[in-house]
């Protein structure tokens, strides 16, 4: 059974972008194929869907961030 997809368009700033280009370079000239910045963020979002992020009263993305962050560690780091 095929999942839907949908396109989504997000304001991130030029050094998040600069980083994603570079990740997927990266990966092609470490011997692997050059990864799309689309499939880097779907990668990182399949991730986070697994972590069990409290959000419980987030109201600013630094929060967020805190509370990704503690998910990870919840996890032991992997």
């Known amino acids: 059974m095929a999942s839907s997809v949908y396109q ?3 304001a991130v700033p030029a050094k998040s972008v ?3 280009k570079w990740l997927g370079q990266t990966a092609e000239t470490c011997g692997g194929a050059r990864i799309p910045k689309a499939a880097i963020v779907r990668a990182l979002l399949n991730v986070a869907m697994r972590l069990e992020i409290d ?3 987030v ?3 630094q929060q967020l961030e805190e509370r990704i962050w ?3 560690e919840r996890r032991g780091g992997r």
């Open 59 to 61: 109201t600013t993305e």
């Open 8 to 10: 989504l368009s997000a």
């Open 18 to 20: 600069q980083y994603l």
């Open 55 to 57: 959000v419980t009263e």
């Open 70 to 72: 503690g998910a990870i």
